[in-house]
T-cell receptor, first 113, second 118 residues
Framework: QQQVKQSPQSLIVQKGGISIKNCAYENTAFDYFPWYQQFPGKGPALLIAIRPDVSEKKEGRFTISFNKSAKQFSLHIMDSQPGDSATYFCAASKGSGYSTLTFGKGTMLLVSP | GAVVSQHPSWVICKSGTSVKIECRSLDFQATTMFWYRQFPKQSLMLMATSNEGSKATYEQGVEKDKFLINHASLTLSTLTVTSAHPEDSSFYIC??????????????FGPGTRLTVL
């Protein structure tokens, strides 16, 4: 059973455009939702994360939108650049301390020049 | 931000040999580290959770006798793939939880180790 479903699987946007990746979760106990960026052959890097007490968080060109009732959250990248081309993973975990991350399957983003 | 290193970055070995991968948190102490494996174009799959000074907790389906994990200090965890076979070829990534991270749940990932078993 996949607890975090991510879509789309791949995405192509033009330079300067907005890319949106979506994730849906099933476990209502999840209370921490990070997004990671991974370049080929590299480890994932934390981009931005949100907790359920807010509906939106913005850091630079990256924005997380969170819909608790729908159990969904999304990552928006504004003014997309070719350097943003990477695979993006959403994840979720419950509680603090020794909780583990449950990852989505990833969205491969290609930003065309 | 917190830095996690892995060594080696890539390794090629013969079938039947053992390979050790090191994971270090460089600028913080990590009581908990995690080991993942990732196949091409797939997501990260958690293999085990490593707690300093105690036995690792393995995920279902992961052979603890094949993937030996040692977390002897607050900055170092090692993964040893014993009697490696070609099907063990994968990208192995560690992460460490930074106690000062957002809500205590921030995991910082290492750069990964590409293992190829011939």
């Amino acid at each position: 059973q996949q607890q975090v479903k991510q879509s789309p699987q791949s995405l192509i946007v033009q330079k300067g455009g907005i890319s949106i990746k979506n994730c849906a979760y099933e476990n209502t106990a999840f209370d921490y939702f990070p997004w990671y960026q991974q370049f080929p052959g590299k480890g994932p890097a934390l981009l931005i994360a949100i907790r359920p007490d807010v509906s939106e968080k913005k850091e630079g060109r990256f924005t997380i939108s969170f819909n608790k009732s729908a159990k969904q959250f999304s990552l928006h990248i504004m003014d997309s650049q070719p350097g943003d081309s990477a695979t993006y993973f959403c994840a979720a975990s419950k509680g603090s301390g020794y909780s583990t991350l449950t990852f989505g399957k990833g969205t491969m983003l290609l930003v065309s020049p | 931000g917190a830095v996690v290193s892995q060594h080696p970055s890539w390794v090629i070995c013969k079938s039947g040999t053992s390979v050790k991968i090191e994971c270090r948190s460089l600028d913080f102490q990590a009581t908990t580290m995690f080991w993942y494996r990732q196949f091409p174009k797939q997501s990260l799959m958690l293999m085990a959770t490593s707690n300093e000074g105690s036995k690792a907790t393995y995920e279902q389906g992961v052979e603890k006798d094949k993937f030996l994990i040692n977390h002897a200090s607050l900055t170092l965890s090692t993964l040893t793939v014993t009697s490696a076979h070609p099907e063990d070829s994968s990208f192995y990534i560690c992460s460490a939880r930074s106690p000062g991270g957002a809500g205590g749940d921030t995991q910082y990932f290492g750069p990964g180790t590409r293992l190829t078993v011939l």
